[in-house]
């Protein structure tokens, strides 16, 4: 995509971007000449997922943005805040946080542990609390400062619920600090949700869902596109919405989506929480 609005010298600090979609946004922001926080727990490399903090660095680097990689399990509202006064030091404040940060469990109420449960509460709900917690001060400073969350559009419809019931109060946690927060800091920060139209081929996709689905999806840089163009909007009058990742980019012109299917022609297979 070409678009005249940049996001050259703006600071992002990015949870869960050590792989998947949130590095692609890294990568995104850093082809402009951003500075880019990776705030992730992977500082060591894992045995199915590949990705580290230090190794998205050096690709953040590498495509001409500034990198500041940090390990932080954004549960710990201490490690949060650390990582929030690193970025200030380092660059001097924060224009854009992205909770990009998730844990996934597609289960049953009977299959689903209180373990688990906690584990997606504590990193989708809580965590995107305490990081736009964190950053709002540095965020309220900032010129045209926005908050972008990756979670759903909110229906209480029950076929959203019925299949993993857990998950999807934990990925409404999310999408209700975009509710809220959005009328709270109306004027003042922009703050809205993104989500994919069809289901997004990640590495830890093709670990849950196997090869055979993986061909099914759309590459992770269609939401970093689709990112770019939200951060890229006016904060003043941009807030409050539920964006869909083809209908962002159909507002600017894009419409050839061909280019980011994982393989071109197949049948895409519709993300889990939209028709």
Same mark, same amino acid.
């Not at 209700?176 to 590495?203: D, H, Q």
């Given at each position: 995509?070409?678009?005249?609005?940049?996001?050259?010298?703006?600071?992002?600090?990015?949870?869960?971007?050590?792989?998947?979609?949130?590095?692609?946004?890294?990568?995104?922001?850093?082809?402009?000449?951003?500075?880019?926080?990776?705030?992730?727990?992977?500082?060591?490399?894992?045995?199915?997922?590949?990705?580290?903090?230090?190794?998205?660095?050096?690709?953040?680097?590498?495509?001409?943005?500034?990198?500041?990689?940090?390990?932080?399990?954004?549960?710990?509202?201490?490690?949060?805040?650390?990582?929030?006064?690193?970025?200030?030091?380092?660059?001097?404040?924060?224009?854009?946080?992205?909770?990009?940060?998730?844990?996934?469990?597609?289960?049953?109420?009977?299959?689903?542990?209180?373990?688990?449960?906690?584990?997606?509460?504590?990193?989708?709900?809580?965590?995107?609390?305490?990081?736009?917690?964190?950053?709002?001060?540095?965020?309220?400073?900032?010129?045209?400062?926005?908050?972008?969350?990756?979670?759903?559009?909110?229906?209480?419809?029950?076929?959203?619920?019925? $299949? $993993?019931?857990?998950?999807?109060?934990?990925?409404?946690?999310?999408?209700?600090?975009?509710?809220?927060?959005?009328?709270?800091?109306?004027?003042?920060?922009?703050?809205?949700?993104?989500?994919?139209?069809?289901?997004?081929?990640?590495?830890?996709?093709?670990?849950?869902?196997?090869?055979?689905?993986?061909?099914?999806?759309?590459?992770?840089?269609?939401?970093?596109?689709?990112?770019?163009?939200?951060?890229?909007?006016?904060?003043?009058?941009?807030?409050? $919405?539920?964006?869909?990742?083809?209908?962002?980019?159909?507002?600017?012109?894009?419409?050839?989506?061909?280019?980011?299917?994982?393989?071109?022609?197949?049948?895409?297979?519709?993300?889990?929480?939209?028709?």
């Amino acid at each position: 995509m070409t678009d005249a609005r940049t996001l050259k010298g703006k600071t992002l600090f990015i949870t869960g971007a050590s792989r998947g979609i949130g590095k692609a946004i890294a990568l995104r922001a850093a082809r402009d000449g951003a500075n880019v926080v990776i705030a992730a727990k992977t500082s060591k490399p894992h045995p199915k997922l590949p990705g580290t903090i230090f190794s998205a660095a050096e690709e953040v680097e590498a495509a001409g943005g500034k990198a500041l990689p940090i390990l932080c399990d954004i549960r710990d509202d201490v490690q949060v805040a650390e990582a929030v006064a690193r970025t200030v030091e380092t660059f001097g404040g924060i224009d854009i946080l992205v909770n990009n940060a998730s844990a996934i469990s597609l289960t049953g109420t009977l299959d689903t542990p209180l373990k688990r449960w906690d584990l997606m509460m504590g990193v989708n709900g809580r965590g995107t609390f305490a990081c736009s917690q964190a950053c709002l001060p540095h965020l309220l400073k900032a010129e045209n400062p926005h908050i972008l969350t990756l979670s759903p559009p909110l229906n209480l419809n029950p076929r959203w619920f019925q $299949h $993993h019931t857990a998950y999807t109060i934990a990925k409404y946690a999310m999408s209700l600090c975009t509710l809220g927060m959005s009328a709270e800091f109306r004027g003042k920060v922009a703050v809205n949700s993104l989500w994919p139209r069809t289901i997004i081929g990640t590495a830890a996709v093709a670990m849950l869902k196997g090869a055979a689905e993986f061909d099914n999806c759309r590459k992770p840089e269609i939401l970093a596109d689709a990112a770019h163009v939200i951060l890229t909007r006016d904060a003043g009058t941009c807030t409050g $919405h539920f964006f869909i990742d083809d209908e962002v980019l159909a507002e600017e012109g894009v419409t050839d989506l061909k280019p980011y299917a994982v393989k071109p022609g197949a049948p895409l297979a519709p993300d889990i929480f939209l028709d």
